[in-house]
């Protein structure tokens, strides 16, 4: 079973939005048409969280393999116009970083505990970019894939003891940011709400063109406020969009998103900060999931080509590429008699349908459904998703854990339905991880556009906020965590969790 790679580029709906695709769709780079220097109208800050340093390896060799191109991310990347650059990404607390101080580090230029979103333990609350702009006049967006008040839009402009507040979150968004465009109805509209506020309506009447499909985005284009909402949590993966059920056809790509974004903010008389997340990167490599990851990539990839186009139009923007964190560090192990099969291996990647978790939730239902499950049903579910079928042993070892039986796996952070997962189908298309879990690792940084200089070497997260504002010819200055230092712990000595 096989069905053909996706090309994720929805030309027909990008060119309706407004023209600024068209261009992304033949560029190599949009580097050399920026003024080198000076200052940026405007800055373009886009994250694919949880990248890991392979994954756009990964996305390149899947490209080259099925359709003979490059990605725009390779491109800009072998430009000698663009700069280079790692983040440091730790947190106040700890080496490996969450989403939520990751973004709060960049957004408010302190490192917070991990969990906390621009606060510190005491209490002491931050001032993020967002607001910090918007009081100067700038314009501000946030697109993401996740819920829009998920950890990292949220560490741009909101503050919390815990980054699970979400409720508290979506409502200090308003007035604050102009354009907000990703999933998490949940927690706007009434009737989801634990305090039934109407969110949503408290947006429309202060302005806010409100869009729940692609047609109603479509529609808002050049809308000076805009809140897109368009699932009720984070968005489904892309893998399964592509092959499940007509309305996620309702949902616009996070290209699509970033194109309405700027033709929403670019009319803002002194200039904008945007910030677009491909959210779902993170949860693929959580998931261990080769196929999904690597579509999730592509995904942010086409709005990186989105984004250089408008910086080829647009010169006094600033493009900045990072990601906040590694996951599970994926890549592609060599296969086969002196590695001559690696390349074939990961051709099969493009056979599967269907993300790691929409197979988990198969079988789970079926395993509600019937009390009990036969090792062949284990094996015909995941052929009927990947092409591949495990053998028996393999499939009982799934049905063991997803029984809750546990699992004979030596690696603590595999120990579960999709570490054993991710390495059954790694023999098979030669992707291999690490764990489930975030990583320590430096993350890189790619810069196109004035000002681009100030991002290169090994620069610490907070660093981030301090170039922007200097950027954009503001001073301000967040307290420092004055309390006990919080990376001195004791040896670890609890068991492996690998919840994250």
Request: include cysteine; charged fraction near 20%.
């Amino acid at each position: 079973m096989s069905a053909t790679p996706r090309a994720f580029w929805n030309r027909r709906d990008l060119l309706k939005l407004g023209g600024l695709a068209a261009g992304a769709l033949s560029l190599g780079t949009a580097t050399s048409c920026a003024r080198k220097g000076g200052r940026p109208r405007n800055v373009v800050f886009m994250v694919s969280d949880g990248m890991s340093t392979g994954v756009p390896a990964l996305a390149q060799a899947h490209q080259q393999l099925h359709f003979r191109k490059n990605t725009f991310w390779h491109n800009l990347s072998v430009d000698a116009e663009t700069t280079h650059g790692l983040f440091d990404m730790a947190s106040l607390d700890s080496l490996v970083t969450d989403s939520a101080a990751a973004a709060s580090a960049w957004g408010s230029g302190r490192r917070v505990p991990n969990r906390m979103l621009n606060q510190f333990p005491d209490g002491t609350t931050l001032k993020p970019l967002c607001p910090i702009l918007k009081e100067k006049g700038y314009g501000t967006g946030l697109v993401t894939t996740a819920r829009m008040t998920h950890a990292t839009p949220a560490g741009f402009s909101a503050n919390a003891a815990h980054r699970d507040f979400e409720d508290e979150i979506a409502s200090q968004y308003l007035g604050l940011v102009d354009v907000l465009l990703g999933g998490g109805d949940l927690h706007f509209a009434a009737e989801y709400r634990n305090d039934g506020r109407d969110l949503i309506g408290e947006f429309t009447s202060a302005g806010y063109a409100h869009c729940r499909t692609k047609q109603e985005l479509l529609k808002s284009a050049g809308k000076e406020k805009v809140l897109g909402l368009f699932y009720p949590d984070h968005f489904p993966y892309s893998i399964d969009q592509a092959n499940g059920p007509a309305s996620f056809k309702e949902i616009p790509t996070l290209a699509e998103m970033t194109l309405s974004a700027f033709k929403s903010l670019q009319e803002q008389p002194k200039g904008f900060f945007l910030m677009v997340e491909a959210a779902r990167v993170d949860h693929a490599a959580h998931a261990n999931d080769a196929a999904a990851i690597i579509q999730e990539q592509l995904a942010f990839d086409e709005a990186v080509g989105v984004a250089l186009d408008f910086l080829k139009k647009n010169p006094e923007t600033l493009i900045v590429i990072t990601s906040d964190h590694g996951n599970a560090n994926p890549g592609l192990n060599g296969m086969g008699p002196s590695f001559s099969e690696s390349t074939g291996f990961l051709r099969r990647v493009a056979r599967i349908k269907g993300s790691a978790t929409q197979i988990k939730q198969d079988l789970d239902a079926r395993l509600r459904q019937n009390k009990a499950m036969a090792k062949k049903e284990v094996q015909d579910l995941v052929a009927s998703y990947t092409g591949f079928m495990m053998a028996e042993e393999e499939a009982l070892v799934l049905l063991d854990v997803l029984q809750g039986k546990g699992s004979v796996e030596i690696s603590g952070q595999q120990r579960n339905f999709y570490g054993l997962l991710g390495q059954i189908l790694g023999n098979w298309h030669g992707v291999g991880w690490t764990g489930v879990t975030h990583t320590a690792d430096w993350t890189l940084c790619m810069s196109a556009g004035p000002g681009r200089e100030s991002f290169t070497g090994l620069m610490r997260n907070e660093e981030f906020f301090g170039k922007v504002l200097e950027l954009f010819g503001i001073s301000h200055s967040n307290p420092k965590y004055q309390g006990p230092d919080l990376t001195v712990t004791p040896d670890g000595e609890g068991v492996v969790d690998p919840t994250g």
